[in-house]
């Protein structure tokens, strides 16, 4: 399939480090990145996306950072709590005539108290 | 879960069986998405839709077949179903149908005996 993967399958962090995810990605030709959390049960939950023109968003706890040199996308959550453990997925689009939204296969991450 | 609710969340079926899925949006977002997840393989579409009446196919499709009647709904039919398709099966939106993050429904789990 298409290789947008994630180098760390589980990662485990203390309650109050921080955590960064990674996620590499084939295709050159993408432009848009989203990153989704998952938590058990539930629906992949949007976290924060970054476009192609950028090298770096943040959000409230979140960054995502792009490296399309290398194309490598990493998720840095600050401060992580335990209402963090979730799978997290990378998501990339490609533009195919319709948007086709190509994802990792997810890492786990596991905040301990 | 951006006005999505999926029916019925969970279901036991027979091989051989027909079975469909509803998904349900209150938003009037053009585009709708059905995704299986299975382990080990991430999420994959299964079948789009970008309109009333206006479907296509993704990249798992076989053995499936959508409707789009209303732009609130989207069905995903199991014409006959097999154990392969044992899967948990998410809906998505999105407003448009390129460079747009796609908001997920919280899943249909299905087993298929």
């Known amino acids: 399939g298409e290789s947008v993967g994630l180098h760390l399958p589980t990662l485990s962090v203390q309650e109050g480090d921080n955590s960064i995810i990674n996620c590499a990605y084939s295709n050159s030709a993408s432009d848009y990145f989203i990153w989704y959390k998952q938590e058990s049960g539930k629906g992949p939950q949007f976290i924060i996306d970054i476009r192609s023109n950028m090298d770096k968003r943040q959000g409230q706890r979140v960054t995502v950072l792009l490296n399309k040199t290398v194309k490598h996308l990493s998720l840095q959550i600050a401060a992580t709590q335990p209402g963090d453990s979730a799978v997290y997925f990378c998501a990339e689009i490609w533009n195919t005539g319709f948007q086709k939204l190509v994802f990792g296969t997810g890492t786990r991450l596991l905040v301990s108290p | 879960d951006a006005g999505i609710t999926q029916s019925p969340r969970h279901k036991v079926t027979e091989t051989g069986t027909p079975v469909t899925l509803r998904c349900h949006q209150t938003?009037?977002?053009?585009?709708m998405y059905w995704y299986r997840q299975d382990p080990g393989h991430g999420l994959r579409l299964i079948h789009y839709s970008y309109g009333v009446k206006d479907t296509d196919k993704g990249e798992v499709s076989d053995g499936y077949s959508v409707s789009r009647s209303k732009t609130e709904d989207f069905l995903l039919t199991l014409e006959s179903a097999t154990s392969s398709q044992t899967s948990v099966y998410f809906c998505?939106?999105?407003?448009?149908?390129?460079?747009?993050?796609?908001?997920f429904g919280p899943g249909t789990r299905l087993l298929v005996l």
């Open positions: 998505a939106i999105s407003v448009s149908g390129t460079q747009e993050t796609q908001y």
């Open positions: 938003e009037n977002h053009r585009y």
